[in-house]
């Protein structure tokens, strides 16, 4: 088929417009992780895990003896709000931490959970129950059950997300929500409140450097925020404007061909 000297340089003009439009090369520097880490590094990690229990959260407290029947009142399934609620659904059973950072136990009363861990806060409700004479022997076991992060930015599946562990890293985060998109940037931004103050850090994933950071464990409530990469910004840019001025010039070849026609 041939075409004539108008149609030439319509399809051209297309093509151009269409070009604009491919994906731009992406360099292994900038979303490649880890990339100092050899198959045989070894790292140790400088933070340890820890979850500290906050405001709002939800317990889970499970008190064991030889002396089982004397256990009962700390192991109901239905608790809500720092004390017994049997409306509850099974996903608020628990002990709420009330805005003062306490729950309300049986036997035990009032106690201030917020700022401990998990461990800290069994062994305290265990020496409780040993001062007041209940149970000399009792091991406590206490977990959050509304463990939950956010993921937003450049991923492939934002949203909120829950965990059944609490050991979590940022990789592991990540992952739930898809991994990042190839527009996302490696140096994502963690937002965390920590005794009601916000802190908000940058971490690089392409560096082992992520190791030993004190964001390398994701806390409840944690947001990852993933920016698009400055390519992506000027890719997007850059083709809103070439889309509009082919749009202009596509339409004036256009109302050419008409007229020759």
Not at 39 to 50: C, H, N, R, W
Not at 253 to 258: G, P, R, S, V
Request: with cysteine; glycine share 6%; net charge neutral.
């Amino acid at each position: 088929m041939k075409y004539n000297k108008t149609q030439s340089l319509l399809i051209l003009t297309l093509l151009s417009i269409s070009s604009v439009f491919l994906p731009s090369c992406v360099s292994p520097k900038e979303v490649v992780y880890l990339q100092d880490v050899s198959s045989s590094s070894e790292t140790d990690l400088k933070y340890q895990y820890q979850t500290i229990i906050q405001k709002d959260d939800r317990l889970a407290i499970s008190v064991s003896s030889r002396q089982p029947e004397l256990t009962e009142p700390f192991n109901m399934n239905e608790l809500s709000a720092g004390g017994p609620d049997s409306s509850s659904s099974s996903t608020d059973r628990g002990y709420l931490v009330d805005s003062q950072g306490n729950i309300v136990l049986p036997i035990i009363g009032k106690i201030h959970a917020a700022g401990l861990t998990c461990t800290g806060l069994a062994k305290k409700i265990a020496e409780a129950l040993k001062d007041k004479g209940y149970l000399n022997d009792a091991s406590v076991n206490v977990q959050i059950t509304n463990f939950k992060f956010s993921v937003i930015g450049e991923v492939n599946a934002p949203g909120v997300y829950t965990a059944d562990s609490q050991r979590l890293t940022v990789l592991e985060a990540i992952s739930h929500a898809g991994d990042l998109t190839i527009d996302g940037n490696r140096n994502i931004y963690i937002i965390r409140e920590v005794n009601g103050k916000r802190q908000t850090a940058a971490v690089d994933l392409r560096s082992s450097e992520l190791f030993n950071s004190p964001f390398y464990y994701i806390r409840q409530n944690d947001v990852i925020y993933v920016t698009p990469s400055d390519r992506r910004i000027n890719t997007r840019s850059d083709a809103a404007q070439w889309y509009s001025w082919g749009l202009s010039g596509a339409s004036l070849l256009i109302a050419i061909i008409a007229l020759c026609a």
